[in-house]
């Protein structure tokens, strides 16, 4: 089992272009989770999804952030336009039960 | 609304002594889990240890235990026999059983160090 996957791994944009994060999720896993993690903020969830359908989006920060589920092995978030705020670690997590595995992350930095 | 509080932003501990991490929620769920996480300098998310809100015994994985406290609402970590590799941020988190609550939620961490 590969576990989950997260791409790229290391992200440096531009202030203004528009960043997409990808997430592979486990198979047979039907959660997933996206969290952003900052040293000043900690460890935030952004969006929660349930077989594909996204439950709880109340932690998205604002309408530059958009996330989708298109099907079971794949999710994206997209930041556009992205700003130097946005500069973080974003963590991609599934699960099926109870434990969720996480992804290696993607630190993104926006210059 | 759910809600975990970790007071404790860094700890110091000697080797081979025990530790206690310190962690309260808030839920109005009566079916719910209590999960701690470990995070070393690496950067990755390790899964530690589990507990339901309906188990009656406390959890046990190897060194790590959760003193679960479900009238106080607390679910504190212990990690006996602290090791140099056990250096690390801790989260404790939380999570309701149904498809509608079941979100993963966080806390802000503790900081753990080991000293030699």
């Known amino acids: 089992d590969a576990g989950v996957i997260q791409s790229p791994r290391h992200e440096v944009t531009e202030m203004g272009q528009e960043v997409t994060l990808r997430c592979k999720p486990i198979?047979?896993?039907?959660?997933l989770f996206w969290y952003r993690q900052t040293m000043m903020r900690g460890l935030e969830l952004l969006i929660y999804f349930n077989n594909n359908v996204p439950i709880d989006d109340s932690g998205m920060p604002e309408d530059r952030f958009s996330a989708k589920m298109p099907n079971a092995s794949f999710s994206t978030l997209k930041i556009q336009p992205s700003e130097p705020r946005d500069s973080a670690v974003y963590f991609c997590a599934s699960s099926l039960t109870v434990q969720a595995f996480f992804g290696q992350g993607t630190r993104l930095t926006v210059v | 609304a759910q809600k975990i509080t970790q007071t404790q932003p860094g700890m110091f501990v000697q080797e081979k002594e025990a530790v206690t991490l310190d962690c309260t929620y808030d839920?109005?769920?009566?079916?719910?889990?209590l999960f701690w996480y470990k995070q070393p300098s690496s950067g990755e998310m390790i899964f530690l240890i589990y507990q339901g809100s309906y188990d009656e015994q406390n959890a046990t994985e190897g060194r790590y235990s959760l003193n679960f406290q479900k009238a106080r609402k607390s679910a504190n970590l212990v990690i006996s026999a602290s090791q140099l590799g056990d250096s690390a941020m801790y989260f404790c988190?939380?999570?309701?059983?149904?498809?509608?609550?079941?979100?993963?939620?966080f806390g802000q961490g503790t900081t753990l160090q080991v000293k030699p």
């Open positions: 839920t109005s769920d009566q079916s719910y889990g």
């Open positions: 198979s047979g896993h039907n959660s």
């Open positions: 988190a939380m999570r309701g059983k149904t498809s509608n609550t079941g979100k993963l939620i």
